[in-house]
């Protein structure tokens, strides 16, 4: 039978995952060493989990309100609030989501029409391009570079933009890099923004993960651009809750109706046990002064420095990322670029790193490394690495 008639040609030419051809590998094969998974090695928070189970125990298995438990949404505005001086109407600017994900596909598809275009910073995290094919739009990349520590510039954006220009993402701190952008950058990206009157969906989920000085500033806070922002988030990373599927979009309140109801069709909400969970972990977070989060990005920070001097040490040349858990190392001299740096690392060394092609063209010369891993495993990781490269080096 012929499927072919029968399928969406959009989703039909879209690629699979870049990422997961390597994760699968890794799976099969339990020598293999995997420093590919975006996923936090440490447990939900003790109470989260106690909240969920709770919930079910007491029968708290029905739908929630399209929106979301309304005591969580307003736990997310005093968060937001408290942690960012962002301020959001629990009631009228905040929804419940299934992961970050959803509402990243969401806020697309409330705001595309067919042939809009958004602009999408490269690298950048997989999903960002298939999402906007499958809405109808067409991503359009805003190359970033090293010498710019990935940052995107103004100048970069201003050169992406065209009459067709709809929207920006804006995914900071940022996966694969590790970038992130200060609140000079910020400025600079909003006098573009307002100059060219867009949108930006502001990807920050990894929020919570800055290193040294560096703290995250979020979009919605610099001058004016709250009202044409919609801001996503969520507790995969910050809480280490990724199975729990537990996200959230705040936007102005006529663009939050209209992802409202694009949800309310195909999702209806989110688990209601996972909610109860994510209540509790802010909750707690309030309740320790986010000294569980503190504790979690210390000990990432000591893995990051670890990565960043061994990597450099054995001559994979490595900005100093300041966000997220991610290490971004080039990998020309080498004589490879990062998709057989990667193939011939994962078939000889038994090492799963991910190909920086995966997240767009300018990606790759380079592979994505994460530290969401103990520092044994990082370190034995390390060594084969340094043997592979010996054996290739260039220079």
């Keep these: 039978m012929n499927y072919e008639k029968y399928l969406s040609k959009t989703v039909m030419e879209i690629p699979p995952s870049g990422i997961r051809k390597f994760f699968d590998v890794a799976d099969k094969d339990k020598e293999v060493i995997s420093l590919g998974v975006g996923e936090p090695d440490f447990n939900t928070p003790w109470c989260a989990s106690e909240a969920g189970i709770k919930s079910i125990q007491k029968g708290m298995t029905h739908y929630t309100s399209n929106s979301g438990l309304p005591a969580l949404r307003e736990q997310i505005a005093k968060y937001l609030k408290s942690r960012f001086d962002v301020e959001y109407e629990a009631e009228k600017e905040i929804f419940i989501t299934v992961g970050a994900s959803e509402a990243i596909y969401l806020a697309l598809r409330a705001i595309l029409n067919d042939g809009d275009e958004v602009i999408v910073p490269e690298p950048s995290y997989v999903s960002y391009c298939p999402s906007v094919a499958m809405c109808g739009g067409k991503a359009v990349p805003a190359k970033c570079y090293v010498e710019d520590e990935f940052r995107l510039t103004a100048k970069n954006l201003e050169d992406a933009i ?5 929207a920006l993402i804006l995914p ?6 590790g970038a992130i952008m200060p609140r000079k950058s910020l400025e600079e990206i909003a006098k573009v923004v307002k100059k060219h009157d867009i949108l930006v969906l502001s990807d920050e989920i990894y929020c ?4 040294g000085e560096a703290r995250h500033t979020s979009f919605a806070e610099i001058e004016g651009m709250k009202e044409r922002t919609v801001l996503i988030n969520g507790f995969s990373k910050a809480f280490a809750m990724t199975g ?3 996200g959230y979009a705040c936007a102005p309140n ?4 209209q992802m409202l109801k ?3 069709y195909i999702i209806m909400c989110a688990s209601t046990n996972s909610q109860y969970a994510a209540l509790s972990a802010l909750k707690g977070g309030f309740e320790d002064g986010f000294a569980e989060i503190k504790a979690m990005v210390d000990e990432y920070d000591m893995r990051r420095r670890f990565l960043v001097k061994r990597l450099n040490g054995m001559g994979l040349t490595c900005f100093e990322p300041k966000g997220a858990f991610y290490v971004f190392p080039c990998v020309k001299s080498t004589g490879m670029d990062g998709e057989e740096f990667a193939n011939k690392l994962l078939q000889e060394n038994k090492v799963a790193v991910v190909p920086g092609s995966a997240f767009g063209e300018s990606g790759k010369d380079f592979v994505r490394i994460s530290y969401a891993y103990s520092l044994a495993s990082l370190k034995k990781a390390m060594d084969k690495i340094e043997e592979f490269v010996k054996k290739y080096r260039k220079n």
Aim: aromatic share 16%; hydrophobic share 25%; charged share 25%.
């Design 254 to 257: 006529e663009i939050f109706k």
């Design 172 to 177: 900071y701190p940022n996966n694969p890099t």
């Design 262 to 264: 694009i949800h309310q």
């Design 208 to 211: 919570e993960m800055t290193y």
């Design 244 to 246: 729990w599927r537990v």
């Design 162 to 166: 065209t009459p067709k220009t709809k």
